[in-house]
Protein backbone atom coordinates (compact mmCIF):
# COMPACT_ATOMS: atom_id res chain seq x y z
CA UNK A 1 0.00 0.00 0.00
CA UNK A 2 1.15 3.70 -0.59
CA UNK A 3 1.11 5.05 2.62
CA UNK A 4 0.25 9.05 2.53
CA UNK A 5 3.45 10.55 2.79
CA UNK A 6 4.40 9.20 -0.50
CA UNK A 7 1.15 10.54 -2.14
CA UNK A 8 2.23 13.86 -0.33
CA UNK A 9 5.61 13.34 -1.61
CA UNK A 10 4.20 12.85 -4.63
CA UNK A 11 1.62 15.74 -5.73
CA UNK A 12 4.33 17.95 -4.00
CA UNK A 13 7.01 17.05 -6.95
CA UNK A 14 4.13 17.35 -9.75
CA UNK A 15 3.05 20.67 -8.35
CA UNK A 16 7.31 21.89 -8.75
CA UNK A 17 8.01 20.23 -11.66
CA UNK A 18 5.06 21.72 -13.61
CA UNK A 19 5.48 25.23 -11.98
CA UNK A 20 9.48 24.72 -12.86
CA UNK A 21 8.19 24.07 -17.29
CA UNK A 22 5.50 26.93 -17.19
CA UNK A 23 8.86 29.60 -15.77
CA UNK A 24 10.70 28.17 -18.54
CA UNK A 25 8.16 28.28 -21.12
CA UNK A 26 7.57 31.91 -19.94
CA UNK A 27 11.04 32.79 -19.99
CA UNK A 28 11.62 31.64 -23.55
CA UNK A 29 13.29 28.97 -22.85
CA UNK A 30 11.57 26.98 -24.92
CA UNK A 31 14.37 24.12 -25.81
CA UNK A 32 14.67 23.12 -22.04
CA UNK A 33 10.84 22.73 -21.61
CA UNK A 34 10.64 20.31 -24.04
CA UNK A 35 13.30 18.34 -22.66
CA UNK A 36 12.18 18.93 -19.00
CA UNK A 37 9.74 16.27 -19.04
CA UNK A 38 11.99 13.52 -20.82
CA UNK A 39 14.94 14.35 -18.34
CA UNK A 40 12.11 13.57 -15.57
CA UNK A 41 11.30 10.60 -17.17
CA UNK A 42 15.23 9.31 -17.25
CA UNK A 43 15.82 10.45 -13.91
CA UNK A 44 12.84 8.50 -12.59
CA UNK A 45 13.89 5.12 -14.76
CA UNK A 46 17.63 5.78 -13.17
CA UNK A 47 16.31 5.01 -9.86
CA UNK A 48 13.56 2.49 -9.98
CA UNK A 49 14.06 0.71 -13.72
CA UNK A 50 17.63 0.88 -14.81
CA UNK A 51 16.81 -1.58 -16.85
CA UNK A 52 14.59 -0.10 -19.32
CA UNK A 53 16.91 3.43 -19.14
CA UNK A 54 19.93 0.82 -20.26
CA UNK A 55 17.11 -0.53 -23.55
CA UNK A 56 15.80 3.15 -23.75
CA UNK A 57 19.73 3.97 -24.40
CA UNK A 58 20.20 1.23 -26.93
CA UNK A 59 17.06 1.98 -28.93
CA UNK A 60 18.38 5.79 -29.15
CA UNK A 61 22.01 4.79 -30.41
CA UNK A 62 21.27 5.09 -34.21
CA UNK A 63 18.97 7.49 -33.91
CA UNK A 64 22.10 10.09 -31.71
CA UNK A 65 23.03 12.91 -33.22
CA UNK A 66 26.12 14.43 -32.19
CA UNK A 67 26.92 17.90 -30.22
CA UNK A 68 28.94 19.01 -32.91
CA UNK A 69 25.69 19.12 -35.50
CA UNK A 70 23.69 20.46 -32.88
CA UNK A 71 22.58 24.29 -34.20
CA UNK A 72 23.33 26.93 -30.90
CA UNK A 73 25.25 24.54 -28.59
CA UNK A 74 28.30 26.39 -28.51
CA UNK A 75 30.57 23.24 -26.65
CA UNK A 76 31.27 21.40 -29.90
CA UNK A 77 33.76 24.54 -30.85
CA UNK A 78 35.81 24.60 -27.86
CA UNK A 79 36.36 20.22 -28.85
CA UNK A 80 33.72 18.94 -26.25
CA UNK A 81 31.92 16.63 -28.37
CA UNK A 82 29.26 14.43 -27.44
CA UNK A 83 26.36 12.33 -28.60
CA UNK A 84 23.11 13.00 -27.75
CA UNK A 85 20.92 12.05 -26.15
CA UNK A 86 22.76 8.37 -25.06
CA UNK A 87 26.06 9.71 -23.81
CA UNK A 88 24.57 11.93 -21.04
CA UNK A 89 22.37 9.11 -20.31
CA UNK A 90 25.43 6.66 -20.16
CA UNK A 91 27.29 9.03 -18.01
CA UNK A 92 24.51 9.48 -15.01
CA UNK A 93 24.39 5.33 -15.48
CA UNK A 94 28.05 5.46 -14.90
CA UNK A 95 27.99 7.56 -11.43
CA UNK A 96 25.08 5.05 -10.68
CA UNK A 97 27.45 1.89 -10.94
CA UNK A 98 29.98 3.56 -9.28
CA UNK A 99 27.38 4.26 -6.16
CA UNK A 100 26.13 0.43 -5.93
CA UNK A 101 29.59 -0.93 -6.29
CA UNK A 102 30.71 1.60 -3.02
CA UNK A 103 27.76 0.47 -1.60
CA UNK A 104 26.96 -3.08 -1.79
CA UNK A 105 30.19 -4.54 -3.83
CA UNK A 106 30.12 -6.19 -6.83
CA UNK A 107 30.08 -9.98 -8.66
CA UNK A 108 33.45 -11.52 -8.05
CA UNK A 109 31.88 -14.20 -10.89
CA UNK A 110 32.17 -12.00 -13.84
CA UNK A 111 35.17 -9.68 -12.34
CA UNK A 112 37.49 -12.61 -12.33
CA UNK A 113 35.72 -13.64 -15.89
CA UNK A 114 39.01 -14.13 -18.87
CA UNK A 115 37.03 -11.27 -20.90
CA UNK A 116 36.69 -9.00 -17.65
CA UNK A 117 40.39 -8.91 -16.59
CA UNK A 118 41.38 -7.72 -19.58
CA UNK A 119 38.70 -5.09 -19.91
CA UNK A 120 40.38 -3.49 -16.60
CA UNK A 121 43.61 -4.42 -17.94
CA UNK A 122 42.47 -2.22 -20.97
CA UNK A 123 40.71 0.95 -18.55
CA UNK A 124 43.85 0.72 -16.19
CA UNK A 125 46.56 1.02 -18.62
CA UNK A 126 44.72 3.91 -20.45
CA UNK A 127 44.42 5.58 -17.50
CA UNK A 128 48.44 5.27 -17.07
CA UNK A 129 48.65 6.58 -20.21
CA UNK A 130 46.23 9.15 -19.70
CA UNK A 131 48.50 10.41 -16.56
CA UNK A 132 51.81 10.27 -18.87
CA UNK A 133 49.70 12.12 -22.31
CA UNK A 134 50.96 15.30 -24.16
CA UNK A 135 47.42 16.54 -24.13
CA UNK A 136 45.85 15.70 -20.81
CA UNK A 137 42.28 17.11 -21.31
CA UNK A 138 42.06 15.12 -24.73
CA UNK A 139 43.54 11.63 -23.36
CA UNK A 140 41.14 11.99 -19.75
CA UNK A 141 38.19 13.47 -21.68
CA UNK A 142 38.46 9.56 -24.35
CA UNK A 143 38.68 7.81 -20.66
CA UNK A 144 36.05 8.95 -19.71
CA UNK A 145 33.62 8.30 -22.94
CA UNK A 146 35.12 4.75 -22.62
CA UNK A 147 34.44 3.91 -19.30
CA UNK A 148 30.71 4.99 -19.53
CA UNK A 149 30.35 2.59 -22.49
CA UNK A 150 32.20 -0.64 -20.62
CA UNK A 151 30.55 0.59 -17.53
CA UNK A 152 26.70 0.36 -18.88
CA UNK A 153 27.45 -1.82 -21.37
CA UNK A 154 29.57 -4.76 -20.40
CA UNK A 155 29.75 -4.47 -16.68
CA UNK A 156 25.80 -3.66 -16.06
CA UNK A 157 25.38 -5.42 -19.41
CA UNK A 158 26.14 -8.29 -17.96
CA UNK A 159 23.37 -8.34 -14.81
CA UNK A 160 20.86 -7.18 -17.93
CA UNK A 161 21.62 -10.17 -20.66
CA UNK A 162 21.39 -12.93 -17.62
CA UNK A 163 17.82 -12.93 -18.31
CA UNK A 164 18.13 -14.05 -22.48
CA UNK A 165 14.71 -12.41 -22.85
CA UNK A 166 16.97 -8.71 -22.54
CA UNK A 167 19.14 -10.18 -25.14
CA UNK A 168 16.92 -10.16 -27.66
CA UNK A 169 15.09 -6.66 -26.91
CA UNK A 170 18.74 -4.92 -27.13
CA UNK A 171 18.77 -6.54 -30.55
CA UNK A 172 15.45 -5.87 -31.68
CA UNK A 173 15.37 -2.20 -30.19
CA UNK A 174 18.74 -1.28 -32.21
CA UNK A 175 17.34 -3.02 -35.23
CA UNK A 176 14.24 -1.41 -34.95
CA UNK A 177 16.05 2.54 -34.59
CA UNK A 178 18.56 1.41 -37.20
CA UNK A 179 16.02 0.51 -39.74
CA UNK A 180 14.54 3.77 -39.46
CA UNK A 181 17.68 4.96 -40.09
CA UNK A 182 18.34 2.92 -43.23
CA UNK A 183 14.94 3.77 -44.37
CA UNK A 184 16.09 7.70 -44.04
CA UNK A 185 18.94 7.42 -46.10
CA UNK A 186 17.82 5.00 -48.66
CA UNK A 187 15.21 7.66 -49.65
CA UNK A 188 18.05 10.66 -49.00
CA UNK A 189 20.40 8.51 -51.59
CA UNK A 190 17.64 7.94 -54.53
CA UNK A 191 17.75 11.60 -56.03
CA UNK A 192 21.68 10.95 -56.65
CA UNK A 193 20.41 7.50 -58.30
CA UNK A 194 22.21 5.56 -55.40
CA UNK A 195 26.18 6.90 -56.37
CA UNK A 196 28.65 6.04 -54.61
CA UNK A 197 29.71 9.88 -53.95
CA UNK A 198 26.02 10.05 -52.29
CA UNK A 199 26.67 7.59 -50.14
CA UNK A 200 29.12 9.55 -48.25
CA UNK A 201 26.53 12.09 -46.99
CA UNK A 202 23.16 10.74 -47.50
CA UNK A 203 23.54 8.86 -43.73
CA UNK A 204 24.01 12.52 -41.89
CA UNK A 205 23.23 13.57 -39.42
CA UNK A 206 22.67 9.99 -37.90
CA UNK A 207 26.22 9.17 -39.19
CA UNK A 208 29.25 11.19 -40.57
CA UNK A 209 30.92 8.85 -42.81
CA UNK A 210 29.35 5.91 -44.39
CA UNK A 211 32.48 3.32 -43.22
CA UNK A 212 30.91 4.13 -40.05
CA UNK A 213 27.40 3.04 -41.30
CA UNK A 214 28.22 0.00 -43.31
CA UNK A 215 30.19 -0.60 -40.17
CA UNK A 216 27.25 -1.16 -38.10
CA UNK A 217 24.93 -2.99 -40.74
CA UNK A 218 27.89 -5.85 -41.17
CA UNK A 219 27.74 -6.09 -37.13
CA UNK A 220 24.28 -6.67 -37.22
CA UNK A 221 23.66 -8.79 -40.02
CA UNK A 222 24.81 -12.04 -38.23
CA UNK A 223 22.29 -11.20 -35.32
CA UNK A 224 19.40 -10.95 -37.75
CA UNK A 225 20.39 -14.32 -39.33
CA UNK A 226 20.75 -15.66 -36.51
CA UNK A 227 16.97 -14.37 -35.04
CA UNK A 228 15.67 -15.94 -38.73
CA UNK A 229 17.03 -19.56 -37.38
CA UNK A 230 16.10 -19.72 -33.68
CA UNK A 231 12.95 -21.54 -32.98
CA UNK A 232 11.62 -20.22 -30.19
CA UNK A 233 10.89 -17.45 -32.13
CA UNK A 234 7.50 -17.10 -33.74
CA UNK A 235 7.16 -17.43 -37.24
CA UNK A 236 5.83 -13.85 -38.00
CA UNK A 237 8.88 -12.66 -35.96
CA UNK A 238 11.20 -14.36 -38.36
CA UNK A 239 9.29 -13.55 -41.46
CA UNK A 240 9.76 -9.78 -39.61
CA UNK A 241 14.17 -10.73 -39.37
CA UNK A 242 14.13 -12.17 -42.58
CA UNK A 243 12.59 -8.84 -44.68
CA UNK A 244 14.86 -6.93 -42.12
CA UNK A 245 17.81 -8.69 -43.64
CA UNK A 246 17.20 -8.46 -47.08
CA UNK A 247 16.89 -4.58 -45.86
CA UNK A 248 20.13 -4.34 -44.02
CA UNK A 249 21.85 -6.39 -47.15
CA UNK A 250 20.51 -3.85 -49.30
CA UNK A 251 21.82 -1.04 -47.63
CA UNK A 252 25.24 -2.56 -47.04
CA UNK A 253 25.27 -2.65 -50.60
CA UNK A 254 24.61 0.80 -51.33
CA UNK A 255 26.94 2.08 -48.37
CA UNK A 256 29.76 1.39 -50.94
CA UNK A 257 32.21 0.07 -47.53
CA UNK A 258 34.63 -1.72 -49.14
CA UNK A 259 35.76 -2.64 -45.66
CA UNK A 260 32.61 -3.54 -44.17
CA UNK A 261 31.98 -5.83 -47.35
CA UNK A 262 35.39 -7.65 -45.94
CA UNK A 263 34.43 -7.93 -42.58
CA UNK A 264 31.03 -9.83 -43.80
CA UNK A 265 33.68 -12.20 -46.08
CA UNK A 266 35.56 -12.90 -43.02
CA UNK A 267 32.68 -13.76 -40.60
CA UNK A 268 31.18 -16.36 -43.60
CA UNK A 269 34.68 -18.13 -43.09
CA UNK A 270 34.50 -17.85 -39.52
CA UNK A 271 31.21 -19.23 -39.52
CA UNK A 272 32.46 -22.31 -42.36
CA UNK A 273 34.96 -23.12 -40.07
CA UNK A 274 32.48 -23.74 -36.83
CA UNK A 275 30.27 -25.36 -38.80
CA UNK A 276 33.01 -28.27 -39.53
CA UNK A 277 34.11 -28.18 -35.99
CA UNK A 278 37.63 -26.94 -36.83
CA UNK A 279 39.43 -26.33 -33.73
CA UNK A 280 40.97 -22.90 -32.56
CA UNK A 281 44.06 -24.01 -32.53
CA UNK A 282 44.58 -25.20 -36.35
CA UNK A 283 42.73 -21.85 -37.11
CA UNK A 284 45.43 -19.96 -35.04
CA UNK A 285 48.15 -21.96 -36.90
CA UNK A 286 46.40 -21.11 -40.44
CA UNK A 287 46.67 -17.59 -39.54
CA UNK A 288 49.92 -17.68 -38.47
CA UNK A 289 50.61 -19.73 -41.34
CA UNK A 290 49.24 -16.83 -43.87
CA UNK A 291 51.08 -13.94 -42.32
CA UNK A 292 53.91 -16.08 -42.54
CA UNK A 293 53.60 -16.33 -46.21
CA UNK A 294 52.76 -13.06 -46.73
CA UNK A 295 56.40 -11.43 -45.15
CA UNK A 296 58.33 -14.04 -47.13
CA UNK A 297 56.45 -12.82 -50.29
CA UNK A 298 55.74 -9.44 -49.46
CA UNK A 299 57.41 -7.71 -52.38
CA UNK A 300 55.99 -9.99 -55.14
CA UNK A 301 52.27 -9.12 -53.28
CA UNK A 302 52.96 -5.49 -52.80
CA UNK A 303 54.14 -5.31 -56.46
CA UNK A 304 51.02 -7.36 -58.04
CA UNK A 305 48.54 -4.37 -55.89
CA UNK A 306 50.29 -1.62 -57.33
CA UNK A 307 49.27 -3.05 -60.53
CA UNK A 308 45.92 -2.57 -59.48
CA UNK A 309 44.72 0.53 -60.52
CA UNK A 310 40.50 -0.07 -60.46
CA UNK A 311 38.79 3.29 -58.61
CA UNK A 312 35.82 3.97 -56.44
CA UNK A 313 33.03 3.71 -58.47
CA UNK A 314 29.08 3.23 -58.66
CA UNK A 315 30.15 -0.23 -60.84
CA UNK A 316 30.09 -3.18 -57.55
CA UNK A 317 32.13 -4.88 -59.73
CA UNK A 318 34.75 -2.32 -59.84
CA UNK A 319 34.18 -1.47 -56.35
CA UNK A 320 35.03 -4.90 -55.43
CA UNK A 321 38.49 -4.96 -57.33
CA UNK A 322 39.62 -1.75 -55.47
CA UNK A 323 39.89 -2.85 -52.55
CA UNK A 324 43.26 -3.95 -53.27
CA UNK A 325 44.36 -1.31 -54.90
CA UNK A 326 47.16 1.03 -53.52
CA UNK A 327 48.49 2.47 -56.30
CA UNK A 328 46.11 4.99 -57.05
CA UNK A 329 43.25 4.52 -54.66
CA UNK A 330 43.04 7.70 -52.47
CA UNK A 331 41.17 5.84 -49.20
CA UNK A 332 43.37 3.13 -49.64
CA UNK A 333 46.80 4.95 -49.88
CA UNK A 334 45.41 7.55 -47.02
CA UNK A 335 45.21 4.41 -44.35
CA UNK A 336 48.72 2.90 -45.57
CA UNK A 337 49.71 7.11 -45.19
CA UNK A 338 47.77 7.04 -41.10
CA UNK A 339 49.35 3.42 -40.65
CA UNK A 340 52.96 4.34 -41.33
CA UNK A 341 52.50 7.63 -39.12
CA UNK A 342 51.05 5.74 -35.88
CA UNK A 343 54.14 3.20 -36.52
CA UNK A 344 56.38 6.14 -36.11
CA UNK A 345 54.37 7.70 -33.68
CA UNK A 346 55.21 4.06 -31.42
CA UNK A 347 58.91 4.38 -32.36
CA UNK A 348 59.57 7.73 -30.80
CA UNK A 349 57.69 6.70 -27.67
CA UNK A 350 57.28 2.99 -27.38
CA UNK A 351 56.13 2.53 -23.59
CA UNK A 352 53.15 5.02 -23.06
CA UNK A 353 52.75 6.53 -26.47
CA UNK A 354 51.17 10.05 -26.86
CA UNK A 355 48.08 9.54 -24.84
CA UNK A 356 44.44 8.37 -25.16
CA UNK A 357 42.76 9.94 -27.97
CA UNK A 358 45.80 12.01 -29.39
CA UNK A 359 46.40 10.28 -32.37
CA UNK A 360 44.33 12.59 -34.82
CA UNK A 361 45.97 16.17 -33.35
CA UNK A 362 49.47 14.51 -33.23
CA UNK A 363 50.35 12.68 -36.28
CA UNK A 364 50.58 15.51 -39.13
CA UNK A 365 54.74 16.04 -38.46
CA UNK A 366 55.07 11.90 -39.03
CA UNK A 367 53.36 12.26 -42.44
CA UNK A 368 56.03 11.61 -45.57
CA UNK A 369 55.68 14.06 -48.42
CA UNK A 370 55.47 11.05 -50.64
CA UNK A 371 52.92 9.34 -48.85
CA UNK A 372 50.21 12.40 -48.85
CA UNK A 373 47.17 11.89 -50.66
CA UNK A 374 44.60 13.96 -52.00
CA UNK A 375 42.44 13.69 -48.57
CA UNK A 376 45.43 14.08 -46.64
CA UNK A 377 45.32 16.92 -43.71
CA UNK A 378 47.28 18.45 -41.11
CA UNK A 379 44.08 19.62 -39.08
CA UNK A 380 43.33 16.61 -37.04
CA UNK A 381 39.30 16.75 -38.56
CA UNK A 382 39.61 13.76 -40.76
CA UNK A 383 39.50 10.34 -38.20
CA UNK A 384 41.97 9.03 -36.16
CA UNK A 385 44.59 5.72 -37.38
CA UNK A 386 41.81 4.10 -39.36
CA UNK A 387 42.67 1.03 -36.71
CA UNK A 388 41.48 -0.23 -33.64
CA UNK A 389 45.12 -1.71 -32.94
CA UNK A 390 47.70 0.40 -34.28
CA UNK A 391 45.86 3.54 -32.74
CA UNK A 392 46.40 1.95 -29.47
CA UNK A 393 50.16 1.19 -30.31
CA UNK A 394 50.47 5.00 -31.46
CA UNK A 395 48.42 6.43 -28.41
CA UNK A 396 49.17 3.81 -25.75
CA UNK A 397 52.43 2.28 -26.25
CA UNK A 398 52.84 -1.08 -27.13
CA UNK A 399 51.09 -2.64 -24.40
CA UNK A 400 48.30 -0.53 -25.89
CA UNK A 401 48.20 -2.54 -28.40
CA UNK A 402 48.75 -5.86 -27.40
CA UNK A 403 45.85 -5.75 -24.57
CA UNK A 404 43.40 -4.67 -27.33
CA UNK A 405 44.86 -7.96 -29.34
CA UNK A 406 44.26 -9.88 -25.99
CA UNK A 407 40.48 -8.71 -25.75
CA UNK A 408 39.86 -9.99 -28.82
CA UNK A 409 41.62 -13.67 -28.52
CA UNK A 410 39.78 -13.82 -25.12
CA UNK A 411 35.99 -13.06 -26.64
CA UNK A 412 36.67 -15.51 -29.71
CA UNK A 413 38.24 -18.31 -27.23
CA UNK A 414 35.21 -17.82 -25.14
CA UNK A 415 32.79 -17.60 -28.37
CA UNK A 416 34.14 -21.15 -30.07
CA UNK A 417 34.43 -22.78 -26.30
CA UNK A 418 30.14 -21.87 -26.10
CA UNK A 419 29.89 -22.78 -30.24
CA UNK A 420 31.20 -25.98 -29.22
CA UNK A 421 30.18 -26.64 -25.81
CA UNK A 422 25.88 -25.54 -25.49
CA UNK A 423 23.50 -28.03 -25.34
CA UNK A 424 20.53 -25.54 -26.28
CA UNK A 425 20.57 -25.29 -29.92
CA UNK A 426 18.97 -21.95 -30.15
CA UNK A 427 21.13 -20.49 -26.94
CA UNK A 428 23.80 -21.81 -29.10
CA UNK A 429 22.80 -19.86 -32.68
CA UNK A 430 22.30 -16.61 -30.70
CA UNK A 431 25.89 -16.90 -29.07
CA UNK A 432 27.17 -17.78 -32.51
CA UNK A 433 25.29 -15.06 -34.28
CA UNK A 434 26.78 -12.30 -31.44
CA UNK A 435 29.75 -13.89 -31.81
CA UNK A 436 30.11 -13.40 -35.88
CA UNK A 437 28.47 -9.52 -35.29
CA UNK A 438 32.17 -9.25 -33.07
CA UNK A 439 34.33 -10.52 -35.66
CA UNK A 440 32.58 -8.20 -38.59
CA UNK A 441 34.10 -5.72 -36.29
CA UNK A 442 37.31 -6.94 -34.89
CA UNK A 443 38.04 -7.67 -39.11
CA UNK A 444 36.50 -3.42 -39.47
CA UNK A 445 39.12 -2.66 -36.69
CA UNK A 446 42.05 -3.18 -39.16
CA UNK A 447 40.82 -0.74 -41.44
CA UNK A 448 38.87 1.75 -39.58
CA UNK A 449 38.29 2.54 -35.57
CA UNK A 450 34.99 3.64 -34.62
CA UNK A 451 34.75 2.55 -30.36
CA UNK A 452 35.24 6.35 -29.63
CA UNK A 453 31.43 6.85 -31.01
CA UNK A 454 28.14 5.44 -29.30
CA UNK A 455 27.06 4.09 -32.04
CA UNK A 456 29.80 1.21 -32.34
CA UNK A 457 30.70 1.46 -28.46
CA UNK A 458 26.90 0.27 -27.38
CA UNK A 459 26.64 -2.69 -29.60
CA UNK A 460 30.14 -3.75 -29.28
CA UNK A 461 30.55 -3.83 -25.23
CA UNK A 462 27.24 -5.18 -25.45
CA UNK A 463 28.36 -8.11 -27.67
CA UNK A 464 30.45 -9.10 -25.27
CA UNK A 465 28.47 -8.62 -22.25
CA UNK A 466 25.82 -10.85 -23.81
CA UNK A 467 28.37 -13.43 -24.62
CA UNK A 468 29.65 -13.55 -20.82
CA UNK A 469 26.28 -13.77 -19.71
CA UNK A 470 26.05 -16.56 -21.57
CA UNK A 471 28.79 -18.46 -20.20
CA UNK A 472 28.42 -17.39 -16.90
CA UNK A 473 24.30 -18.99 -16.80
CA UNK A 474 25.05 -21.88 -18.87
CA UNK A 475 28.21 -23.53 -16.92
CA UNK A 476 26.79 -26.80 -16.52
CA UNK A 477 26.12 -26.97 -20.15
CA UNK A 478 30.39 -25.35 -20.73
CA UNK A 479 31.76 -28.64 -18.90
CA UNK A 480 29.79 -31.40 -20.75
CA UNK A 481 31.13 -33.16 -24.14
CA UNK A 482 30.73 -30.92 -27.06
CA UNK A 483 27.76 -31.31 -29.20
CA UNK A 484 27.57 -30.73 -33.25
CA UNK A 485 25.97 -27.42 -34.36
CA UNK A 486 22.87 -27.58 -36.25
Not at 262 to 290: D, E, P
Amino acid sequence: MVNKKEIITFYIASIFFVCLDLLLILFRFDFIAVLLPLAALIVYLALFSLDKLMLFVVFCTPLSINIFQVPGLQLGEIGVGMALPTEPIMFGIMLLFFMHVAYSGYDKKISRHAVSIMIFLSLGWMFVTCCTSTMYFVSFKYLLERSWGVITFYFLGIYLFKNIKNIFSFNWLYISSFTIVIIYTIIRHYPSHFSEKAAHTAVNPFYNDHTAYGALLAMFLPIIGGLILIKRNKPTVRVVAFVIFLLFVLALALSYSRAAWVSVVAAIVVLTLMLFRVKLQWILIGFCIGIGVFFAYQSNIIMKLKRNNNQVSQNIGTEIESISNISSDASNLERLNRWSCAFRMWEDKPVFGYGPGTYMFQYAPYQYSYMRTIISTNEGNRGNAHNEYLGPLAEEGLFGMLIMLGLAASVVTLSFRLAYTLKDRDTRILAISIFLGLVTYFIHGFLNNFLDTDKAAVPFWGFIAMLVAIDLTNKPAAETTKPAIT
